[in-house]
């Protein structure tokens, strides 16, 4: 029998008590690819797994965690895709209602793995699939990107913050970067404006159109009045940890004529996929990463990410 080893879940876990465990390697099935994992981000959404939705019916426990990975096909059982071929996937109920890709191989369904067309080594790779989806996303689909708009992203120190400037900043935008704390400051300096977010932005900032909200909740209620008439807000993120608002009231919530969408990254396809890196490519962006562990020590990596120690993504390198 073939093993692999693998991080396994099925309560709530601290960083430090992450092990790696000896498992069977999967077993293919019509309609599902054995992915040979090279390199994995971490991802918030891994810690809330972790910290309390490990306790929710709808994940199989026990359970591989993580939500994205890099690799070759090492059997592509009846899909059209081929042994040895470099793919990326994500989402679509990895590492929470089937394995995800803490281990030496994935078995992932086909509709969410895809094939890439990439020279960056497995390390770069592997900080692009769900960040720069998500990134993508929100830019393009949600906010309607464009090279004359002025774009607040707000808590911009965190890896999709870091990922969504650069892109933004290669297609030519203003950007209007936010975080909490004076010592990163230095970190958004990429941006034409790093201001610290007190909480209350409206009425300090100048015409921006566009702003993606990666704390959330927390904050929405203040971009919808910071961002231009005519403008659009995109939530993505829940750095400020509340998820939900309630007794929002949309009337007088949304400024006239300002418009709120959300981006939830469940749904890649090739063709955004295909976007990205034709983007990377003609930009000639290397996607950034905070820190790269090898698998070994991935321990220390959820450590890290526990203790918000790195600044951008957590790449782990098998
Ligand atoms: N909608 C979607 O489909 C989707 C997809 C991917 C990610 N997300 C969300 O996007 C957000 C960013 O994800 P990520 O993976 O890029 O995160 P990450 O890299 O793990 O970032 C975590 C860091 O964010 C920083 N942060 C910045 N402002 C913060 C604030 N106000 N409160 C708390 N922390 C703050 C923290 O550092 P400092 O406090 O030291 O600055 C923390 O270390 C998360 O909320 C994640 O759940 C959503």
Not at 121 to 139: D, I
């Amino acid at each position: 029998m073939n093993m692999m080893k693998a991080v396994l879940l099925d309560k709530i876990t601290d960083g430090k008590d992450i092990t790696l465990a000896e498992c069977t390697v999967p077993e293919v099935k019509p309609g599902w690819v054995l992915i040979k994992v090279k390199a994995f981000g971490l991802n918030h959404s891994e810690q809330i797994l972790r910290h309390s939705e490990i306790n929710a019916p709808y994940i199989q426990k026990p359970v591989i965690p993580g939500i994205e990975c890099t690799g070759e096909v090492a059997d592509p059982s009846d899909t059209d895709l081929k042994t040895g071929q470099k793919v990326i996937a994500l989402m679509g109920g990895m590492g929470r209602s089937f394995n995800g890709s803490y281990a030496e191989y994935a078995l992932l369904p086909r509709r969410i793995v895809f094939a890439v067309n990439s020279d960056l080594p497995w390390e770069a790779l592997g900080a692009v699939p769900e960040t720069y989806f998500t990134a993508w996303g929100s830019l393009f689909e949600c906010l309607h990107l464009k090279r004359e708009d002025t774009l607040l992203i707000r808590g911009a120190t965190c890896a999709l913050g870091y990922a969504a400037m650069q892109i933004s900043k290669a297609l030519g935008c203003r950007v209007i970067a936010t975080t909490h704390k004076e010592s990163k400051l230095t970190l958004i300096a990429e941006a034409d404006e790093a201001v610290i977010d007190d909480g209350r932005l409206t009425g300090k900032l100048h015409g921006v159109t566009k702003a993606l909200d990666l704390i959330g909740p927390r904050s929405l209620k203040d971009t919808l009045t910071a961002v231009e008439k005519g403008g659009i807000v995109c939530q993505t993120g829940i750095l400020g940890g509340v998820y939900a608002l309630n007794g929002f009231d949309p009337i007088k919530d949304i400024p006239n004529g300002v418009y709120l969408t959300g981006f939830f990254s469940n749904y890649p396809t090739q063709q955004i996929i295909d976007e990205i890196f034709a983007f990377l490519n003609e930009h000639h962006l290397v996607p950034k990463s905070g820190k790269v562990f090898d698998f070994e020590n991935i321990r220390e990596a959820v450590i890290a990410q526990d203790e918000g120690k790195v600044n951008g993504k957590i790449v782990v390198y098998i």
